[in-house]
């Protein structure tokens, strides 16, 4: 796993450290408490996934969707899918999970909360048939495990990571295995625009993505299976990527447990502030999304970048620090590890500033010494660049150079032609000697680099977290949600009662039922 070969330079007051994380525990601790007490449709349909149930009706439609609407207008969501369906099942309304699903479909399956030894019943036969798609995902993290122990691990860190995204799948796989054959260690096949939107999973491969290829189950096992092939070839194991974000993040964590994705996106809260999705759903979803990760040995990536982007880069360093804070209060409450944390962080600050490049290193260095086991996820210049292409490749250069000088765990490729089009085979070439170059030339300069004890760096990274510290103290009088609400992050003002997929959202009920979350929370395999 990808870590950082930078000691701890910058020399922070350990006192206001364990405050920082203590207050994002404690602003943590509620979201934590909605998300244990509510369900959402999302996260029953991902269970039904794991039991094995796949396809869609000739209109697209998943089955999925179908039974998880049929259980929730004929016996309500609140007890959890799992009790109505496996108690159908037994009752003999179909013999299999497809059959029901389609007979649900049409309208001929009436369902129920079983009650007494019925429910025990039903209990069992359901966690039974979930307990399978959980051997699978464990058995694809051995499988990862076996091979990159075999095929080796890249020799350098920071990991490179690559963005592919053709709108088509067969498009896309020869694209990743050029890129990985050029030096990329990681690809990631970014989502046709607008997919996090969608209340359901397209289903096969696909061809027709705009800005992107959908994320399906089925493209997901082309890619890895090609993957693979360039793994062996090139003699290192070369991981995939995708996005566990929007109103599918359950399901989408399930399929690539299931089809042995490496790293999935997964921020806790970039769809609620760049997406608008209901802030509740969210969280619901986020934390079923991260056991799932957990299990399967996925590194998620966060999305602190994307506050950047709307916000000032100097201005708002501390939103930035506060959002890993907490990522990282949820990721390890849902059971990921340290070395599953690819925390984001952005290089972003506008170039005509004075000392830019230095404020750049003091917030890189910031986030590795708050962070020195986590893989962070360092991202390349994006706002500031302007379509001049000789400048952009030189900001490259220095966001490289930055990435090699505070030993980051993954750096995401810049491309020169940033804000001017959909980079060509090209443009990714130049930029990955860019970046092979400068990882050839500097990395060990972690080595090297010593900030002094009060100067420039050390003082713009202590007054960053007391500026974190400031802010997570007026999170935690305020609460979370209410943060959210007055645009705290990002300036996007995004209210708990409000935004897409609220209606999804379901308090559970006493005696509600979910043998996924039962297994995953016991680390159980039956």
Request: charge should be neutral; charged fraction near 25%; aromatic fraction near 6%.
């Amino acid at each position: 796993m990808p870590r950082s070969s930078a000691p701890t330079t910058l020399r922070l007051d350990p006192v206001v450290v364990r405050k920082a994380r203590s207050l994002a525990r404690r602003a943590g601790a509620p979201v934590v408490k909605l998300a244990r007490t509510h369900t959402t449709v999302s996260v029953e349909r991902a269970t039904l996934r794991l039991a094995g149930l796949a396809g869609a009706d000739v209109e697209r439609v998943p089955w999925v969707n179908h039974l998880v609407d049929a259980v929730r207008a004929g016996a309500g969501l609140e007890h959890g899918v799992a009790l109505p369906v496996w108690d159908a099942l037994l009752r003999g309304e179909a013999d299999d999970l497809l059959t029901l699903a389609q007979k649900a479909a049409a309208g001929s399956v009436s369902f129920r909360v079983p009650e007494g030894r019925d429910a025990v019943r039903a209990s069992k036969a359901a966690r039974a048939s979930v307990s399978t798609g959980i051997r699978r995902v464990d058995a694809s993290r051995t499988t990862r495990e076996r091979l990159v122990k075999r095929l080796g691990d890249p020799a350098q860190r920071p990991w490179i990571y690559l963005i592919v995204a053709t709108g088509d799948i067969y498009e896309d796989i020869p694209q990743a295995q050029n890129a990985a054959r050029e030096g990329a260690d990681v690809i990631a096949v970014i989502r046709s625009t607008g997919q996090s939107l969608l209340d359901y999973v397209p289903e096969g491969a696909t061809r027709e993505g705009y800005a992107g290829t959908y994320a399906t189950q089925e493209n997901f096992r082309l890619m890895r299976a090609a993957l693979d092939d360039v793994s062996k070839e090139l003699g290192r194991y070369v991981r995939l990527t995708n996005y566990a974000s929007g109103l599918c993040m359950p399901e989408i964590a399930a399929l690539a447990g299931l089809e042995r994705l490496d790293m999935m996106l997964n921020d806790s809260m970039y769809g609620i502030l760049f997406r608008d999705i209901n802030p509740v759903r969210t969280f619901v979803d986020q934390r079923f999304s991260r056991q799932v990760h957990a299990r399967a040995g996925i590194i998620i990536n966060t999305g602190e970048d994307n506050y950047l982007t709307t916000a000032d880069a100097v201005d708002a360093a501390h939103t930035v620090t506060v959002s890993q804070l907490l990522n990282e209060y949820f990721a390890k409450e849902a059971g990921l590890q340290d070395w599953q944390l690819g925390l984001g962080h952005a290089f972003e600050i506008n170039p005509d500033l004075p000392d830019s490049f230095r404020l750049e290193l003091a917030h890189a260095l910031l986030a590795r010494t708050l962070f020195p086991d986590a893989p962070l996820k360092w991202m390349p210049p994006t706002k500031h660049m302007t379509g001049d292409v000789f400048r952009g490749y030189l900001l490259d250069g220095f966001f490289n150079l930055a990435g090699a000088m505070t030993g980051q765990g993954i750096l995401l490729v810049g491309m020169m032609t940033e804000a001017v089009v959909t980079p060509w085979l090209s443009d990714r070439d130049l930029a990955l000697q860019n970046v092979r170059y400068v990882l050839n030339a500097a990395s060990g300069l972690t080595e090297d680099f010593r900030p002094p004890p009060d100067g420039f760096i050390q003082t713009r990274a202590r007054q960053v977290l007391s500026e974190a510290v400031d802010l997570l103290e007026r999170v935690v009088d305020d609460t979370l949600l209410e943060a959210i609400a007055d645009g705290t992050f990002g300036l996007m003002k995004r209210p708990a009662d409000a935004g897409k997929g609220l209606d999804g959202v379901v308090r559970r009920a006493g005696g509600y039922l979910n043998p996924a979350v039962d297994l995953l929370e016991e680390g159980a395999t039956r």
